[in-house]
């Protein structure tokens, strides 16, 4: 079983819509959780980050993590076409050690 | 405020050579990061520096990789002798703590191993 699952997608919604990324992990102890950007070319670019259980919000970002299901989750409410981008769950486990996901590509469609 | 610098940005090598990536961490911080990015793979941790000193080199893929940080601003990663399947794009990483923060990524470091 792999640290950190993600949907590979792609995912596509149109312009305006909400999108839902999500993201599961296997070590229940795990204690912070990421969410990168990564354009095509590019570094991946931190988005937001999530420490407590439920919801976190960031503008038109919201990250939801519930570590009794072990599952994180990024909103992206009215969805612009320049969030059209490979997203990345990271995972800092007990161990202190970080995972990635292998991403979910979305595409916003104008 | 310069961000994480790598070089170089795309190396080409053949199988057999080989290849030193070199990374600049942000002033100040004090752990650093070397990713491997393929797209069969994703974005996989080799090893990750605190305050100078390898805390966890559990993801370098085999003996050909080596990683030095001989001071708080300067990081190698070797890959020797390198082979195909080592093609992929590197990234260094840095931060001001061990954990639990935010990682600056630098550019990138295209390798193709011929």
């Known amino acids: 079983q792999k640290e950190v699952e993600q949907n590979s997608g792609p995912l596509s919604v149109p312009e305006g819509a909400i999108a839902s990324l999500n993201c599961t992990y296997s070590?229940?102890?795990?204690?912070?959780f990421f969410w990168y950007r990564q354009y095509s070319g590019k570094s991946p670019e931190l988005i937001m980050f999530?420490?407590?259980?439920g919801d976190k919000e960031d503008g038109r970002f919201t990250a939801q993590l519930n570590k009794a299901s072990q599952y994180v989750s990024l909103l992206i409410r009215d969805s612009q076409p320049s969030d059209s981008a490979t997203y990345l769950c990271?995972?800092?486990?007990?161990?202190?050690?970080?995972?990635f996901g292998t991403g979910t590509s979305l595409t916003v469609i104008p | 405020d310069a961000g994480v610098i790598q070089s170089p940005r795309h190396e080409v090598t053949e199988m057999g050579q080989e290849v030193t990536l070199r990374c600049k961490p942000i002033?100040?911080?004090?752990?650093l990061f070397w990713y491997r990015q393929t797209m069969m793979r994703g974005l996989e941790l080799l090893i990750y520096?605190?305050?100078?000193?390898?805390?966890?080199d559990s993801g370098m893929p085999e003996d050909r990789f080596s990683a030095k940080m001989p001071n708080a601003s300067f990081s190698t990663l070797k890959i020797q002798p390198s082979e195909p399947r080592d093609s992929a794009v590197y990234f260094c990483?840095?931060?001001?703590?061990?954990?639990?923060?935010?990682?600056?990524f630098g550019p990138g470091t295209r390798l193709l191993v011929l």
């Open positions: 990483a840095s931060t001001w703590t061990s954990g639990g923060e935010t990682q600056y």
């Open positions: 070590d229940r102890g795990s204690q912070s």
């Open positions: 999530i420490y407590s259980n």
């Open positions: 990271a995972v800092e486990n007990t161990g202190n050690q970080f995972y």
């Open positions: 002033s100040g911080h004090n752990s």
């Open positions: 520096f605190n305050n100078n000193v390898p805390i966890d």
